[in-house]
C-alpha cells in the first residue's frame, strides 16, 4: 500500500506542499532569521567575544538554533525542487522508462512532508522555554506493587521515544522497588523542542492489564503520574540558601536491584522550606550528583514561584491530579483488547507494543499539540 500511495504523487500535490511551507516560512519569519544569522555571525567575529564566556554561549546557541531553522527550510525547497525535477522528468520518459523518477519523486514528496510536519509543529511552540531541554520525572499512584511495574514501563517507553527523536537523556533517578517495578524515575532531556514535545505527556498515565502478579489472572488497572518541567536557561538565576537544604548521601541501586556503583554517591536534596525532595544517583560523583539534584531543584521552585503568580500550573505541566481513577489523560489497554487512546484529543492505535515497547509516541504528542492550538484559538 506504501508503494502504491507514493505512485500517486502529483503535481498538484507538490503544489499543495509548497503552499504549506511557504505558510511554515511565515510562522517561523525565515526572512528574518536569514538576517539574524549574518548579525550574530559578524558579532562572534568580533574581538574579545569570547571575554565573557557565559554571554558568548548563549549567543552560539542562539545562533545554532537560527542557523538550523534556516537549513532546515533551505533543505525543505531543495526537497521539493527534486521532486518537481523528478516528477518532470518521469513524464517525458512515459510509464515504463520513468518509474524509477516516479519513485524517487514520490521519496522526496514523502520526506518533505515528514520536514514540513515537523516545522509546523515546531511554529506552535510559543512558550518561553519550550524549544529547550526538559526534566521529566515519573511515580507510581494507586495499583500498589503494579503500578511500580508500570512506572517501570513508562519509564522504557520514554527512554525509547528520546532516542527515536535523537535525543540525548541523563538517568538522574530510577531506583528499584522492592518487587517489581521501580520507586520512581528522573530524566534529563536535552535536545531541540523537548519541552515543548513532552509536555504533552504530563499527567496521568492508566494501564489495564491481566496482573503478572496474580496468580488467578485477573484484570488490574494501575495509574502513573508523570510530570514535567522546563531545564532552566543559565540566565535565569535561582537562589538556594545553604541553610534551607539537607544533603544526604545513600547507596545508589538501579532497576532490577542492580547497584549502580560500588560508592555511596546517591543524594537526595531536600528543601526544606517547601518539603521539596529530589534525589540523583547516576553518576559515581556525590559533587556531580549533587549538581544534578541542585539543577532539578532550583527548577522545581521556579515552578513553584509560577504557580504562586498565577495559581495555576497548566503553562508548565498540567493540574496537579490525584494519581488514580478518572484523572487520566492516556489509557493503555491490554486486556480484554488492546488500545491505547489518549483521552484529550482522541488520537487511538491497537498498536499497543508499537507504543511502549517501540516509544511510538510522535501521533499522540502531534495529536495533543495539534488540539491544543485548537483550542486555544
Given amino acids: 500500500m506504501a508503494d502504491e500511495s507514493r505512485s500517486a504523487v502529483t503535481p498538484a500535490d507538490l503544489d499543495a506542499l509548497e503552499a504549506r511551507l511557504t505558510e511554515v516560512e511565515a510562522y517561523l519569519h525565515i526572512d528574518e532569521a536569514r538576517g539574524r544569522v549574518g548579525e550574530l555571525e559578524q558579532a562572534s567575529a568580533a574581538p574579545g567575544f569570547w571575554d565573557d564566556a557565559d554571554a558568548a554561549r548563549a549567543h552560539m546557541a542562539e545562533l545554532a538554533q537560527v542557523k538550523g531553522d534556516v537549513a532546515l527550510v533551505d533543505g525543505a525547497r531543495e526537497r521539493l525542487s527534486d521532486a518537481r525535477a523528478a516528477l518532470e522528468l518521469a513524464e517525458e520518459m512515459g510509464e515504463e522508462d520513468g518509474a524509477e523518477f516516479v519513485a524517487e519523486a514520490a521519496e522526496a514528496a514523502a520526506e518533505l512532508t515528514h520536514s514540513i510536519d515537523e516545522m509546523e509543529l515546531s511554529s506552535w511552540f510559543t512558550g518561553e522555554f519550550d524549544h529547550g531541554s526538559a526534566i521529566l520525572s515519573i511515580k507510581p499512584g494507586q495499583g500498589g506493587l503494579e503500578a511500580q ?47 515543548g514535545m513532552l509536555r504533552a505527556e504530563a499527567g496521568v498515565h492508566r494501564l489495564v492489564r491481566i496482573s503478572p502478579t496474580d496468580a488467578k489472572k485477573r484484570r488490574q488497572t494501575t495509574f502513573a503520574g508523570v ?18 537544604i ?20 546517591a543524594v537526595r536534596v531536600t528543601h526544606i522550606p517547601t518539603g521539596i525532595v529530589v534525589t540523583c544517583q547516576n553518576e559515581r560523583s556525590q559533587i556531580q550528583n549533587k549538581a544534578a ?85
Fill in 149 to 195: 511495574d508500570w512506572t517501570f514501563m513508562l519509564f522504557k517507553m520514554y527512554m525509547k521515544y528520546c532516542a527515536r527523536r535523537g535525543w540525548k537523556v541523563t538517568v538522574n533517578d530510577c531506583p528499584a522497588a522492592e518487587v517489581i517495578g521501580i520507586d520512581r524515575a528522573t530524566i534529563t532531556v536535552e535536545g531541540k523542542d523537548a519541552f
Fill in 227 to 244: 510530570e514535567v518541567i522546563p531545564v532552566l536557561p543559565d540566565d535565569i538565576q535561582i537562589e538556594v540558601a545553604p541553610d534551607d
Fill in 246 to 265: 539537607r544533603v544526604d548521601v545513600y547507596h545508589a541501586s538501579g532497576p532490577g536491584g542492580q547497584g549502580v556503583n560500588t560508592t555511596d554517591s
Fill in 293 to 377: 539534584c541542585m539543577q532539578i531543584l532550583k527548577a522545581r521552585l521556579y515552578e513553584l514561584e509560577l504557580q504562586k503568580r498565577e495559581d495555576t500550573l497548566d503553562e508548565i505541566r498540567g493540574p496537579k491530579t490525584e494519581i488514580g481513577f478518572g484523572n487520566q489523560i492516556r489509557s493503555y489497554v491490554l486486556y480484554p483488547y488492546q488500545m491505547v487512546k489518549d483521552l484529550r484529543c482522541g488520537v487511538e492505535t491497537s498498536n499497543v507494543d508499537g507504543v511502549l515497547e517501540d516509544g511510538d509516541l510522535d501521533p499522540f504528542i502531534i495529536g495533543y499539540h495539534r488540539w491544543a492550538t485548537e483550542q486555544a484559538e
